[in-house]
């Protein structure tokens, strides 16, 4: 495992560069809010795809092991679960916008 003391601030300074001027420009509380969910439905939208392509790597490499075949269908149920969560938390917001901006 990778040193966290030196993993979190360098990933700290990497989100200041890339997405804080992006975040810095926003008029209104919702267009800062539609800038940060921008950022984090592409950082959900990464951690998909590698849970996806992990979850693969496990059922290609578990070779008829039925641990490891076990091991590779949690990660499949915790995928698939991750993929829905990810999914809902944007129609969420969109419903929540709505609600904001409209009154109702």
Same mark, same amino acid.
């Given at each position: 495992? @990778?040193?966290?003391?030196? +993993?979190?601030?360098?990933?700290?300074?990497? &989100?200041?560069? $890339?997405? $804080?001027?992006?975040?810095?420009?926003?008029?209104?509380?919702?267009?800062?809010?539609?800038? +940060?969910?921008?950022?984090?439905?592409?950082?959900?939208?990464?951690?998909?795809?590698? &849970? /996806?392509?992990?979850? #693969? &790597?496990? &059922?290609?490499?578990?070779?008829?092991? @039925?641990? =490891?075949?076990? =091991?590779? =269908?949690?990660?499949?149920?915790?995928?698939?679960? #991750?993929?829905?969560?990810?999914?809902?938390?944007?129609?969420? /917001?969109?419903?929540?916008?709505?609600?904001?901006?409209? #009154?109702?």
């Amino acid at each position: 495992l @990778p040193n966290i003391n030196l +993993l979190l601030p360098l990933s700290l300074l990497i &989100f200041g560069i $890339l997405f $804080l001027p992006n975040m810095a420009s926003a008029q209104t509380i919702t267009a800062l809010a539609g800038n +940060l969910l921008s950022i984090v439905n592409v950082v959900v939208s990464a951690a998909v795809v590698i &849970f /996806w392509l992990v979850t #693969g &790597f496990l &059922f290609l490499s578990a070779q008829g092991d @039925p641990a =490891k075949l076990t =091991k590779a =269908k949690q990660a499949l149920i915790y995928s698939i679960v #991750g993929t829905a969560v990810a999914f809902l938390s944007g129609t969420a /917001w969109l419903i929540i916008k709505n609600a904001i901006l409209t #009154g109702a």
